[in-house]
């Protein structure tokens, strides 16, 4: 099901997910293709991210820094473009784009928040690698985590957007790094792709008791982005002065309700107390304007060089989104998702 | 029961504790005063130091940064102590020191982590105002918390050794203070003595709903110094941003095992991530070599000026010393909690 010229297709919210988000909660639609006014471009979406926190824009109250979909409206999301029609001075017909245009096929903007992306090999990685993905990771392992050399670094989704780029980056700065991972084929491709020092499966029943095991000197940066099982095997092991960068908690993304306990807090706490550690959150829209440009400057320097290596999940056809989306939820992708809403 | 020449009445750890200490974990017993070798001082105690941290002192398996207390061996604590004899260079006979000799009358030192102190006209500011727990206000609320003016700062056990200081020196920058303390009294201390603006009382059914009222603009500073239900009554109320200097948990010292759901973990994670929050855990033991001359000098300063009062909680004799800890981690303390062992 190609793009047309004149119908906008668009995968809007039918209906907000209680837990997982399943095929009901989204619905195709059709409309005409709008037609821009006085200082707006049209947008055609090539390329759409889908990133885990769209799953908090589902919700009715959403998160703090982004406000949640409205029922009957598009999905949001980052795609890159191709400008179709411009009345924008800062816009010239047929260049490529970054911006929010979200799960449809066409969007008006008003410029606001859109970049000129010039000529890109691989325009796909103004969503991914050279994109908001790769900055959170730069962001929370650089500016919070801090790793030195010889440190230990673990990063769960090791092979995802975000933990392939905190892992590589890691070992760039001389860290050890532990990946954890779904699945014995990530794991295998963090540590001979990625060059991690090792992967473990985060399904492995006694994933507490390995990574202690690989950990012998304890862990001085945990990059969370997962929560879940992975955070309980990793707390007991955090040396004094750890720092742990909260990028997402994934796995509980979908929670309904208080989970049953024990109640894991105190203990938390108590850790923190006991072993100084500094555990800090962080949302990568704040940190564009002080240092997105050292991130684009550095991380390109490294691609290029083939130190940071990246790999894509492209899924073909917008109609597949949400499909997709709730395998990035169940972490059955593998790489970077991005859906191909068309070629060029 | 007062002090002997000869006889050294110590208070043993007689038992580990399960759950709260009760009285028959401590002991009393005696031993002859020992006497001074080469290089060593014989110490008279004056004053000891009561502290929630010593709960964990009593457990086998103690907080990583001191060594739990041996069975039959004196409890450990901060004490204002009279040099009753020296052999070392440093220290003269009748002078009054800073040290660590523990619940006793007697104590020998080689002179590590011995201060000496000079004439003071109040001996006992040394483990309280012009020592461990002051200084852990300061450090936690300037360096971590970072107060800014107009920012609102919440403290628990506001009357308390640490959290009078960390509302009054938030008041002297500028904050607008919530004290949160156990019963009337002390929150009438608080604002009408301390200087707070409000103070809740912590045994309020509708503590988290009155804590919302009083903090129309959010917290900015939360000052961790108890857990449990203040805590929970703070989380919602985190603006971005936030810093939550973590100091003590001792809602938490004497729990045995997890404790029942919920899992308030994930929330509390969320809330870090969706608010850019800091939260950090420190022990004052690792700031004396650089923060300490700085503390000593504001706080000499504020106590001068009548800027920053302080409440002593004396209890009398060493005898009493279980009972007064005992009555400190549930709250019943009304100050800074210092056993006078002797007079001068």
Redesign the interface.
Known sequence: MPQSDTVNRRIVLASRPHGAPTPRDFRLDQTPVPTPGDGQVLLRTLYLSLDPYMRGLMDEIG???APSVKLGEPMAGGTVSRVVASKHPRFRESELVLGAAGWQDYALSDGEGLTALGDMAQPSLAVGGLGMPAFTAYVGLLDIGQPKPGETVVVAAATGAVGAVVGQIAKLKGARVIGIAGGADKCRYAVEELGFDVCLDRNDAQLAQRLAEVCPNGIDVYF?NV?GVV?DAVLPLLN?YARVP????I??YN?E???????????????????????????IL?HYADRFDAFRRDMSEWLAAGKVKLREDVVDGLEHAPAAFIGLLEGRNFGKLVVRVADA
Do not use: W
């Open positions: 998160p703090s820094y969370e929560g955070f004094n909260v990028c997402g908690v796995a509980h929670d309700a208080p989970l049953p306990g024990p109640d894991r807090l105190p203990q938390a706490m108590s850790t923190l107390l006991q072993k100084r550690i500094r555990m800090e959150g962080f949302i704040d």
